[in-house]
């Protein structure tokens, strides 16, 4: 999404709302099955494996809905620049919002086990905590930043796409404190939050409406900045375009603006709460690693081990 | 071979088949587990599988002598255990303590073979299970005496008191703690926890020797399910009853999160203290 934004005002095209919506749909499912997958982690990670096969099972729900709604269940890249792969039907959304009603139930429980259970209170409480000024100063994003009391999402203070509409308002989950256990239920009451705006979005796309066929477009030459709140935080995309080709993009992953704060946090702490820790801030190590660089039709990869020892770009 | 005078060689063709046995039990518990997961769970013959697979692996063979012997003395303590617990095919005055003795045993093998791997993870394991071994094992030898004074026996054969759980219920409660540990099971599993230190003690074990560590680690489990209803319920009920304790570790395996290790820590130094109050109570 956050390419979209890059590149769309770029081409130039008018992009109708019910592709809008349609990416505000897969948006916020992407982000339900992203927090539902780390829960399992982090239930993982203190040793609790039947509480991970519950997340993963509500999770498996979500994936069913993408099969139904795109077509394919974990890479289903529904967009295109400027219009959608698929056209959302009546069949597919009531798919949807039957799958819907049985995850916030069955969620409802599963945070109440999260919120409640005295070894997990107890291993997560105190743990790893950012407190609001240094979150600030670390320039912590998504979740993370929230449970500490910052106030900053993408979706709210810089609205993009049908984020935009009145009615689609996201109302940011605040906590203070910033420690493992706020984290966590920091994105579990997220969960909640999105399961709102699905059926908000649900009710008011069209489903007759086609979406427009792909559209031709040429770019001459252009930069453009994009940004968008992925499920881990903020997103930053930065394309350069020379004659309709990409010559630079450069990403800023969520997690890459996160892990500055590891060695702040782990400071002091035993070696039964690291995974816990680094757990609650939902890292995405590959989303980190690697650099492709594509130069006269030749593609080659680097890793963090090419990239510290110095490899220069040329 | 003095202890087993007037034994037949049935007897320990018995005791050999208690390793199948051990094994079995093993696919069910994992099947429980799996149940409880809320998955299907792999066939019941999957451990047979898993050995057999492990025994036609080439093993990564170190220039080590101490992490090599390692596996074939922990399967040697289980063996042994089994010889005394069940049936007594080999008895002698006190071989409770020889019981406690051999649990003990066997962890330290599996410290100085994790040791000499010079694996991090299996120093952190090590280390673990040493801070814990001064509580839980303490305890363990203190609780299991208790019984054995109580009824007057002198060895493992001679033990027939019945529910011995209704006439010292905080014995039972303290040996049913310190099996958590010997078992591994959570919450007081921080020794194999899997997120924070891998494998823990066998993190740098493969093929063969992999193995035998497993069938000794099973073995030891049955033997403890075993050793808790006969101590709890006496001779002929605890056997029967033995299943019911595969099954209570099963369950709590898979309803609890595991405490952090100072916690897990603190808990089996209290309890030896416990253990030991009760110690003088009774006598």
């Known amino acids: ?314 | 071979m003095s202890y087993l005078q007037g034994r037949n060689m049935i007897e320990l063709l018995l005791v050999l088949l208690l390793i199948p046995l051990a094994v079995a039990i093993e696919g069910i518990r994992r099947k429980i587990v799996a149940h409880m997961h809320n998955r299907t769970g792999p066939p019941l013959i999957q451990p047979f599988y898993d050995l057999i697979k492990l025994f036609g692996k080439e093993s990564f063979i170190r220039n080590n002598m101490v992490f090599s012997m390692v596996p074939y003395l922990a399967f040697l303590c289980s063996l042994v255990l089994a010889l005394i617990i069940p049936f007594s095919v080999l008895k002698f005055d006190f071989d409770f303590l020889v019981i406690g003795y051999l649990f003990i045993l066997q962890d330290t093998f599996y410290i100085f073979g994790a040791v000499a791997s010079r694996s991090p993870f299996g120093t952190y394991a090590s280390v673990r299970e040493l801070l814990l071994m001064l509580g839980y094992e303490i305890a363990f030898l203190i609780v299991i005496s208790l019984f054995f004074f109580k009824s007057g026996a002198v060895g493992f054969a001679d033990y027939d008191t019945e529910f011995a759980i209704l006439q010292m219920p905080f014995a039972s409660i303290f040996l049913i703690f310190t099996a958590f540990v010997i078992l591994r099971v959570t919450p007081f599993d921080v020794m194999v926890a899997a997120p924070e230190i891998s494998a823990g003690f066998f993190s740098e074990y493969s093929g063969k020797k992999l193995a035998f560590l497993e069938i000794a680690e099973w073995l030891k489990d049955f033997l403890v399910y075993v050793l808790l209803g006969v101590l709890l319920f006496g001779k002929i009920y605890g056997l029967v009853l033995a299943p019911l304790f595969m099954f209570f570790y099963a369950v709590m395996l898979t309803s609890s999160p595991r405490y952090s290790t100072v916690t897990t820590v603190k808990v089996f130094l209290v309890l030896a203290l416990l253990a030991f109050l009760d110690l003088f109570i009774l006598v």
Not at chain 1, 288 to 306: F, L, P, Q, T
Request: aromatic share 8%; net charge positive; proline share 4%.
């Open chain 1, 1 to 314: 999404m956050a390419f979209l934004n890059s590149v769309e005002p770029l081409a130039g095209k008018k992009v109708p709302e019910k592709v809008y919506l349609q990416r505000l749909i897969t948006g916020e499912l992407e982000r339900v099955h992203s927090h539902m997958l780390w829960a399992g982690v982090m239930a993982h990670e203190i040793g609790l494996e039947t509480l991970f096969m519950y997340f993963w099972r509500e999770r498996e729900h979500i994936l069913d809905v993408f099969d139904e709604l795109t077509g394919n269940r974990v890479h289903h890249s529904p967009d295109l620049i400027g219009t959608a792969k698929r056209s959302f039907g009546k069949k597919e959304l009531d798919f949807m919002l039957g799958k819907l009603d049985t995850i916030e139930n069955e969620m409802k429980d599963l945070r109440e086990v999260m919120r409640t259970h005295d070894v997990i209170t107890r291993r997560f409480k105190k743990h790893g905590k950012i407190g609001k000024k240094m979150a600030k100063e670390l320039g912590l994003v998504g979740p993370v930043a929230r449970a500490s009391g910052i106030n900053y999402d993408v979706r709210k203070n810089a609205p993009y796409m049908a984020y935009a509409i009145k009615e689609l308002t996201v109302k940011p989950v605040l906590r203070e404190g910033g420690d493992s256990y706020e984290r966590s239920m920091n994105r579990l009451d997220e969960i909640f939050e999105c399961i709102r705006l699905l059926r908000k979005a649900a009710e008011m796309i069209d489903p007759k409406e086609a979406v427009p066929k792909k559209p031709p477009f040429f770019v001459k030459e252009g930069f453009g900045m994009g940004r968008s709140e992925a499920p881990r935080g903020e997103n930053f995309h930065f394309v350069n375009v020379e004659n309709n080709r990409i010559v630079r993009l450069k990403l800023r992953t969520p997690t890459l603006a996160n892990v500055i704060s590891y060695s702040a946090i782990l400071e002091g702490e035993d070696i039964t709460d690291v995974p816990v820790i680094i757990g609650s801030l939902d890292p995405c190590i590959s989303c980190m690693e690697r650099v492709a660089v594509i130069k006269d039709g030749k593609k080659e990869i680097w890793n963090s081990h090419e990239l510290f020892a110095g490899k220069k770009h040329d």
